[in-house]
């Protein structure tokens, strides 16, 4: 057989059987259509998943501490300088910058649980962390009342 005579039986087929045809070429689409909302659901989804875990767990950063349970023999130098394992120095800043990925770097500094007496009598305990004003839009961190202060103050 010719692809001609081929073409002429199967085109006669679909004339003579215009109904089964229509509901095949109805079913086909509904398929494609079903996989694809299917498909762009899941992406949805996890993508949802994804911002969510990162907004409430704060998944995409990565606090840095010193590595204060191994003691260390000598004097903590190194040929390349002071390289002191407890301390955060801007040397150490610069090369966390540095790597791949990594968007924004500040340092902070925890301070211990202080009381506050407020004005009533009532007293709560809050906990008070220093870091570089000016690096807290890197954050996603906003004022709500006033700025940055000019002190000088320095964590590092």
Known sequence: MRI???TSLAWDQIKRRKVVT???MTGISIGCASLIVAMSVGESAQQYSLDEMNRNFKMN???VKPN???STKGS???EKGNFD???LTRQKLELIKKLPYVTAVAPFMQIESLEMITIDNKINYVEVIGTDLQSLTSFDKTFVQGGASDSGAQLY
Do not use: H, V, W
């Open 4 to 6: 001609r005579d081929i």
């Open 22 to 24: 229509a509901l095949c």
């Open 61 to 63: 950063e990565i606090t």
């Open 68 to 70: 204060e349970g191994i």
């Open 76 to 78: 903590g130098t190194s």
């Open 85 to 87: 394992r407890g301390k």
